[in-house]
């Protein structure tokens, strides 16, 4: 990600002051957008909001780090045990600091100081009292260390120990090297000896780099298990690829047979202070920023000009910048079924823009529905605020989030008791008022006891009571899950032979990176290959599709680019789409085999339209036309709540019933109606029943600034074990997770 200044930050913020629009100044400035946004809304910088955490002040600080860089020039650059020895003194703490305690200005210093290393070394072994060796050999090694015990403690001086423990660490180095070395080859010779056994099949594989299992695979599988008889004698079997492939091959077109690595979340939402990314970058997972280059096609397929296109979604942005502040400042005073759309008919009616202007402007907002899963609508403007996220860029996630998840799975998976493909149909909890919580989940065919349990299910699940709680959960817990509001997006990706849309791309020879992270980076390896393809494609309030089809909006993405997509890029598209399309498409495939010819025809004959407005797309040609199609099917998923993540939609006020309270007398009841407060809603749902050792986890549950995200999803469940250790006097506190007053 790129680094920006302060200074940067105070340009940005004056080019605001300035008239010019926050995303302008944004990108100008190479700021991430929220990172602005939050700047203008008060947000202090990170070195002024954390001063009061620091422990030296930023004056002491600027004097150390620019002793440090001396002592680098002239060739003694101070060791870490000795800075923190220095700060200490500094501070006059007694207390030594921590394991990671650092000192910025340090940073520059190790390059410089390299080349003296070896002098400091020659030094310490000048005058070391004793002439040491490194060790060669396990008996050499003993003997290092049977001499060194029999040095007299006052004799060791600071120099004969350090040159000691360095002669002892290479030599354990060394036989680590040689050991790991041998493992080596025997692993190797192993694996030989394996590939010459007759007869011996190999295990489905599940190469994380592919993700996907070809027939043979699947077959060999099968048979291992009994599940199918050894046809390898017939014909058809020699027929059959040696390597792992993402389709299955139907004459001259192929279905993705599956492509779990696609289904799940895409993005990484926010880059400061993001567990989430952090975990990313520690397993290995490529990231990379897509920049917001859009190519728009208007409602008779042709496309808009660029230079008119982005004059209007500079106000489309101004506009929403707007709703966000308004939302944050007026929130209880907005009428709860205000949406955003009726937020900017308002200013734009009170603008000096013209009549087509202001229809341009409204059918480019459209494209907020693919943010927010659902039609830009049905967005609150009461509740617009919590739709921010996490401060800097948006990252896409070129593989999968498999290896996040088994990285956060991995203490469960060694010390817990996993059941897998069981289905838990009620929660009950068994406790009288003196006695502590026990609480029973029952699945099909088991039923288990428990001290505390964290629901983790989609809220979907909750809305739909996929789970019976016994007793019910309280009135407003219930009340809360029902206020919440569950999108609807979908997903497809279609395939082709090559990207079409990306000439240049598709026969350039120019090597690609392995990943490209800044937006920046994007840019100047555009520049490099000459490729200019918009990042994303939007097909806007479409009147060219078949009568049978409504004018569903709905966003391409194309996956094909090496300048953003290094070697992750293919001749793919993904496809975003929300209710009432997506619940459309859906049906279309619900009932079908995706192996099947009838699955890739209705997807392929739906999206047509749209692909075939892409650059270079010539009727007919064998590079135009799909050779793989897979699409998700949130709706009819149960387990997955029917739906995908929390958003925030406008809602009438509820009708509640009051009985027998205070002022009414016995059976008498009266009707009241209550605005909805999703906020508190949120604070309900995230606060669960302690009392009943019953915990909610879960995207929905999770800090204002990360709700509907990975991270928010992460951060509730990390809240959640901690109050519960909490809960049972085993820590204190609530752990790292932000709260919501600083989000």
């Given at each position: ?9 105070q340009?940005?913020?004056e ?28 947000t ?57 305690w ?10 410089q ?31 290092q260390?049977?001499?060194f ?39 190797a ?19 994380p780099n ?26 058809s ?23 779990h ?14 567990p ?97 899963g ?5 967005q ?54 003196m ?44 009340t ?7 999108s ?12 079409f ?12 990176s ?6 920046e ?52 598209v ?43 797309y ?88 990360a ?14 074990a ?7 006097g ?14």
């Amino acid at each position: 990600m790129k680094q920006y200044t302060e200074n940067e930050v105070q340009q940005a913020l004056e080019d605001v002051a300035g008239g010019c629009s926050i995303r302008r100044a944004a990108l100008t400035w190479g700021i991430p957008y929220p990172t602005l946004r939050h700047r203008i809304q008060g947000t202090q910088s990170r070195d002024i909001a954390f001063a009061g955490q620091q422990k030296l002040s930023q004056t002491q600080e600027s004097l150390l780090s620019d002793w440090i860089t001396t002592q680098a020039a002239l060739g003694f650059s101070p060791t870490h045990q000795q800075l923190r020895e220095l700060a200490r003194r500094v501070l006059g703490d007694p207390q030594p600091l921590g394991r990671k305690w650092d000192i910025p200005g340090s940073q520059g210093s190790s390059s410089q100081s390299a080349g003296n290393i070896g002098s400091s070394q020659q030094w310490e072994s000048a005058v070391s009292e004793v002439l040491w060796s490194t060790p060669r050999k396990s008996a050499d090694l003993q003997h290092q260390l049977q001499l060194f015990s029999q040095l007299r403690q006052e004799s060791q001086s600071v120099y004969t120990q350090r040159h000691l423990f360095r002669k002892i660490q290479k030599g354990w180095d060394n036989q680590a090297y040689r050991l790991a070395f041998v493992e080596h080859q025997n692993e190797a010779l192993q694996a030989h000896i394996n590939s010459q056994q007759q007869g011996r099949r190999k295990k489905v594989q599940l190469d994380p780099n592919t993700k996907f299992a070809n027939i043979g695979d699947i077959q060999r599988a099968q048979i291992e298990a009994g599940e199918r008889e050894d046809d390898a004698d017939e014909s058809s079997g020699s027929e059959l690829p040696s390597e792992p492939e993402s389709c299955v091959w139907l004459g001259q077109r192929s279905i993705l047979t599956d492509c779990h690595h696609v289904r799940g979340p895409n993005w990484i939402h926010g880059t400061e202070e993001n567990p989430v990314l952090q975990i990313s970058q520690e397993v290995g997972v490529s990231l990379c920023a897509v920049d917001d280059t859009m190519q728009i096609f208007e409602p008779s397929g042709i496309s808009m000009p660029k230079a008119l296109a982005d004059e209007e979604l500079e106000t489309v942005w101004s506009l929403i910048d707007e709703a966000f502040k308004y939302s944050n400042e007026e929130c209880l005073d907005i009428r709860s079924d205000l949406s955003l759309k009726d937020f900017f008919k308002k200013k734009l009616s009170a603008s000096s823009l013209s009549h087509d202007q202001q229809a341009r402007v409204l059918l480019l907002a459209e494209m907020w529905g693919s943010f927010i899963g659902d039609s830009w609508e049905r967005q609150s403007l009461r509740w617009f605020w919590l739709e921010e996220c996490l401060e800097g860029e948006n990252l896409y996630v070129m593989e999968s989030h498999g290896p996040i998840v088994q990285h956060v799975a991995a203490t469960a998976l060694e010390h817990a008791d996993i059941h897998l493909s069981t289905r838990v149909r009620s929660i009950e909890n068994l406790r009288s008022d003196m006695e502590d919580p026990v609480v029973l989940v029952r699945t099909d065919d088991a039923v288990f006891k428990f001290d505390e349990v964290v629901v983790a299910v989609p809220l979907g699940c909750l809305k739909k009571d996929h789970i019976t709680f016994v007793p019910p959960l309280p009135q407003r817990l219930q009340t809360a899950v029902g206020n919440a509001s569950y999108s609807s997006l979908e997903k497809v990706y279609i395939t082709f032979p090559v990207a079409f849309w990306d000439r240049i791309q598709a026969s350039s020879n120019v090597p690609v990176s392995n990943q490209c992270s800044t937006v920046e980076g994007n840019e100047a390896q555009r520049e490099k290959t000459g490729i200019t393809s918009p990042s994303f494609f939007h097909f806007l309030h479409p009147e060219y599709v078949p009568e049978k089809q409504q004018h569903w909006s709905i966003e391409l993405v194309p996956l094909s680019s090496a300048a953003v997509f290094g070697s992750h890029a293919k001749p793919t598209v993904l496809i975003y789409t929300h209710d009432p399309c997506a619940a459309y498409v859906s049906s279309l495939i619900r009932d079908l085999d995706p192996a099947g010819t009838k699955y890739f025809d209705a997807l392929e004959c739906f999206f047509r339209p749209f692909y075939s407005r892409l650059p270079n797309y010539q009727t007919g040609h064998a590079d135009c036309t799909p050779t793989a199609i897979l699409a998700t099917d949130w709706h009819g998923d149960d387990l997955a709540g029917n739906g995908s993540y929390t958003n925030f939609q406008v809602s009438e006020a509820v009708t509640v019933t009051a009985r027998n309270g205070g002022m009414y007398e016995e059976g008498q009841e009266k009707q009241e109606s209550r605005e909805i407060h999703l906020d508190l809603d949120i604070r309900v749902m995230r606060s669960g029943l302690p009392e009943r050792g019953v915990w909610f986890a879960g995207e929905h549950t999770a800090p204002f600034v990360a709700l509907g995200t990975t991270t928010g999803a992460y951060w509730s469940g990390e809240s959640a074990a901690s109050r519960i250790l909490a809960a049972n006097g085993i820590v204190s506190g609530t752990g790292a997770t932000p709260s919501d007053d600083t989000s």
